[in-house]
């Protein structure tokens, strides 16, 4: 796992937000800054470009913002993973259990082709429930999941341990809150 540290600097902590005794890790000081942005996105896809991926695959909504980056550093297609309700079409979803809450993702039924391969990608990892359900839905649409990435993880959470046995990065961790 790679630290570095700019981008580290670029991300401010929010205490007591969504709810008391969570701390928010705030990225949009890393996205105002076109130095550290170009670094987040770059960062990843070096990471990713050895695993070959035909699309990524991204969670909302701030798993867009770098997950679309990336998909077009790599040449790779765009899949968006939403809420409920917000696609139109015959659509295919997966429950996540939150820190704070339970929620669902949906992708398109036919946004991935069997035999695809993916990278699964969030802005954050931490109890690893949301990088789990987009899990559940690229395989089973049949895709094949090459490695999935965060900007950040938030390791003392253990999400990772959900995401086993795939390649899993992050550019930042925390070891606590």
């Known amino acids: 796992m790679s630290d570095p540290g700019p981008l580290r600097e670029r991300i401010r ?3 007591d937000f969504p709810k008391p005794g969570i701390v928010f890790k705030d990225i949009t000081p890393l996205l105002l800054d076109p130095s ?15 695993l070959e991926v035909d699309l990524v695959v991204a969670a909302e909504a701030r798993g867009f ?20 309700g917000k696609l139109p079409g015959e659509t295919v979803s ?11 993702l949906e992708m398109h039924a036919d946004a991935l082709a069997d035999g695809a391969r993916v990278l699964l990608h969030d802005d954050l990892l931490a109890t690893g429930g949301t990088a789990r359900a987009l899990a559940e839905l690229a ?12 900007l ?9 341990a959900k995401l086993s046995p795939y390649d899993v990065h992050a550019l ?4 606590s809150q």
């Open 172 to 175: 930042v961790s925390y070891d």
């Open 139 to 150: 395989e089973g649409a049949g895709a094949v999941i090459a490695g999935c990435a965060f």
């Open 13 to 15: 902590d929010i205490p």
């Open 94 to 104: 997966a429950e996540y259990i939150l820190e704070y809450g339970v929620n669902a």
């Open 65 to 84: 913002i770098l997950g679309a980056a990336v998909a077009r550093e790599l040449g790779a297609g765009f899949v968006p993973a939403r809420k409920p």
């Open 152 to 160: 950040v993880e938030l390791s003392f959470l253990e999400g990772r």
């Open 36 to 50: 550290s942005l170009d670094l987040a996105v770059s960062s990843i896809a070096s990471w990713a470009r050895p």
